[in-house]
């Protein structure tokens, strides 16, 4: 027995040597060789095509359905009639589009650069090795690990009826009945200060990973050069994770312009839809109006826009890789 | 290669085909019909109406039907309230849906436009003869009747009608009111005890706009005329939005309320901020505890304009077309109507009754603010149609908790626009989104 798998042994590492695998008969590539390659190929998009139907039928297939019905005048019961481009021609029109399209902005705005300013301080605070360290990590990463229904919940419970704590708060520091969620200014505030709250610990971990493989070499040379803190960030910190931000800030414009949940669930687009990003809007126009031509049209706007963003940030990343 | 003598062993080859294999039966399986019509059964799909007992005790009447000889059994299906619209129109549309359902107050009327619904014409005709027919309340019947016939049958009742913490009333020293002037001497003498007397939820997961159309059609007024076309801009509805323009600059009103959900609202008549306001039956039976015994149900106020009404939305239950046999499904409907007592009288919070059998037992009436609801408040309702009519239409959809609503009652309560241009704002948008 010994005898045989030391001659099979020998055999693989001979086979081995020429460049073949244990089945191969190691002979030159030609019309055989090319045979096998097509086998080979065949082999491997038969054991790819359970996935590639998946696939299609998960992902394609709604999406093609989706595009078609933005196509129409239907419902959520009947496709309707063919419109064409009728429905883009309506949404682009309706000032509830370009309410929420701006709303969308301040929020991505707000959201990309509030919750990366803050995560990077922190990640920054928290790169010396510091006792109980650990511990600020895991309760600053709170906000991103709680559910998304939990938090809202409760924020709400913070601000929403003049007897919450937060209004209570102003009110005592004699700034008056303060309606966090009845104002729209307040209300848009609010959301936006909410939307930072769950998403800087996500930054925080994008930009501890990035400040983590930048060479500490780099810093020792830039002090005995006399760098200030100030310039060392500027031109050492900031130039080393540019990478990593400007995948952190794709991300973050891709959450927070498809982020459902956080508007939804605080307001609900209101007060008088001064909340509504283009998600919730529609989100509204299909399932609450039952238009879905308009709704789904809103929806294929909004992923041109992330697409044209996308790659416009992911340019920047390759300039930053060429530099 | 051990594999090599093993007869259990699969081959390469032998597994891509049997993966691709089982790939095109899945996809199969999954576009095979297997419908209301396909199954020999009739499905019936409800929704979650009540409390926690709702459903395992439905679900125990359903399947305790026996079906006549040749005539097929039922299943039951809970369907939840989670985007159920979708729920019913992908089923419906692939021909898996339900042969029997109940679901939105206007899915029904929605679905017949598709010619998705089997008319209950022929089985109300039935029901003439055994006595359910006229065992509906009053006017209940009509809200379902389009020209083409019945679409569906009521089932519960739910509806916006006034209620008022007594404890907190007796604190400010008032009786509870009668008409809209007793309203606002109620709310001013609450407003100087630290409470308000017109609380609601008016945000976007509230239910103030049905408080506002409520409040319009108490004084005469509502969304639709005869012809089923908006006509918003009434002088009774603008009467009606002053009255509530005035309460609010009083101060009667929570200023948060126009961003209040159903929860931050039931949190406030828990906190004793909210007195009075108008709200759903089983508003006592949510907040529960010791504010429950503390609920009680005023009368309907005379407006204005010397009138009463209010809101009401006739939940139903509706037939399909795919069924395996229509006879089948009214055997189940009416094996149904004639045994859902239990569900009102084990208590299971669901919403109001439509049958006066019902109405009528010891265990309802022992709820005296459910009992004043149907006896009182029910023969003043109004649905969505009014004051055009009773019998509810496809395009009341675009009323029923709509954004177009909430935006609506918001910038009233908000005072951002005067009454006028806020319904003339809402006729604009009704107008264009009619089909």
């Known amino acids: ?323 | 290669m051990p594999g090599l003598d093993n007869p259990l062993t699969v081959s390469r080859r032998g597994l891509l085909a049997g993966a691709s294999g089982l790939t095109v039966l899945a996809a199969l399986a999954a576009c095979a019909p297997t419908g209301g019509g396909g199954s020999g059964t009739i499905k019936f799909w409800n929704m979650p109406w009540g409390n926690t007992q709702f459903t395992p005790l439905d679900k125990k009447i359903t399947l305790g039907y026996r079906p006549g000889k040749g005539l097929p059994p039922a299943s039951y299906q809970a369907v939840q309230w989670a985007n159920f619209t979708t729920t019913f129109a992908s089923a419906v549309a692939s021909n898996t849906g339900p042969a029997v359902s109940s679901g939105s107050g206007t899915q029904a009327f929605q679905f017949s436009q598709q010619n998705r619904i089997a008319y209950a014409d022929h089985l109300l005709d039935a029901w003439k003869s055994d006595g359910l027919y006229d065992d509906f309340l009053p006017g209940l019947l009509d809200t379902m009747k389009t020209p083409k016939g019945y679409v569906a049958v009521p089932y519960n009742l739910d509806m916006r009608a006034l209620w008022y913490r007594k404890s907190l009333l007796e604190k400010a020293g008032v009786q509870p009111p009668t008409d809209w002037q007793s309203h606002l001497d109620v709310c001013e003498a609450l407003k100087k005890a630290g409470m308000f007397g017109f609380g609601m939820a008016a945000g976007a997961q509230g239910n103030g706009f049905q408080v506002v159309v409520g409040l319009m059609i108490n004084n005469g007024g509502g969304l639709f005329d005869e012809d089923q076309k908006p006509n918003c801009v009434t002088p009774e509805n603008i009467q009606a939005l002053e009255y509530m323009v005035e309460m609010v600059r009083k101060g009667y009103m929570d200023p948060g309320s126009v961003s209040y959900s159903t929860t931050n609202a039931q949190t406030q008549w828990k906190n004793d901020k909210f007195a009075m306001g108008f709200e759903s039956p089983g508003l006592a039976q949510v907040l529960g505890g010791a504010v429950e015994d503390d609920m009680m149900i005023g009368d309907p106020l005379v407006s204005a304009n010397g009138k009463k009404g209010a809101l009401y939305f006739p939940n139903n239950i509706m037939m399909y077309k795919n069924t395996p046999t229509q006879k089948g499904s009214e055997a189940f409907m009416t094996y149904y109507f004639k045994n859902m007592k239990q569900l009102w009288t084990q208590k299971t919070g669901a919403g109001l009754p439509v049958l006066r059998s019902i109405a009528e037992t010891p265990e309802f009436r022992s709820d005296a603010n459910a009992a004043k609801m149907v006896d009182v408040w029910q023969p003043i309702c109004k649905t969505w149609a009014a004051p055009g009519g009773d019998a509810l239409f496809s395009n009341v959809a675009l009323v029923d908790s709509t954004p177009a609503m909430s935006t609506f009652a918001q910038s009233v309560l908000s005072l951002k626009v005067t009454p006028k241009d806020a319904l003339s704002t809402l006729q604009k948008t009704l107008i264009s989104g009619m089909k």
């Open chain 1, 1 to 323: 027995m010994s005898r045989v798998s030391s001659e099979t042994l020998r055999r693989s590492l001979d086979r081995a040597r020429k460049g073949v695998g244990s089945s191969g008969a190691g002979r030159s590539p030609g019309k055989s060789g090319s045979r096998r390659r097509g086998k080979v190929a065949w082999t491997l998009v038969l054991f790819a095509l359970p996935s590639v139907v998946l696939l299609v039928l998960l992902n394609a297939y709604p999406v093609i359905y989706a595009a078609l019905q933005s196509l129409r005048n239907g419902d959520l019961i009947d496709p309707g009639a063919f419109v064409g481009l009728a429905n883009y021609a309506t949404v682009l029109q309706s000032p509830d589009f370009w309410r929420a399209a701006g709303f969308t902005l301040i929020f991505t705005v707000v959201g990309v650069f509030g919750s990366w300013a803050i995560g990077l301080a922190l990640a920054l605070l928290l790169r010396p090795r510091t006792p109980g360290g650990g511990i600020f990590k895991v309760l600053l990463l709170l906000p991103w690990v709680v559910p998304i229904v939990v938090s809202a919940m409760s924020w709400n419970w913070l601000v929403a009826t003049p007897q919450s704590p937060l209004p209570m708060l102003t009110k005592a520091l004699g700034l008056g009945d303060t309606l966090f969620l009845a104002d729209p200014t307040l209300a848009q505030i609010t959301v936006c200060v909410f939307k930072v709250w769950i998403s800087f610990p996500f930054m925080m971990m994008m930009m501890s990973s990035a400040l983590a493989s930048v060479d500490v070499n780099v810093y020792e040379a830039s002090r005995v050069d006399g760098a200030s803190a100030w310039q060392t960030f500027r031109h050492i910190t900031l130039p080393m994770i540019a990478r990593s931000t400007f995948i952190s800030w794709i991300l973050m414009t891709i959450f927070c312009v498809n982020d459902f949940p956080t508007v939804f669930l605080l307001t609900g687009g209101g007060p008088l839809q001064s909340t509504q990003t283009l998600v919730v809007l529609a989100y509204s126009t299909v399932f609450q109006n039952f238009q879905t031509g308009p709704g789904v049209a809103i929806a294929f706007l909004m992923t041109l826009v992330l697409v044209v963003i996308s790659v416009f940030l992911y340019r920047r990343i390759r300039k930053v890789d060429v530099a």
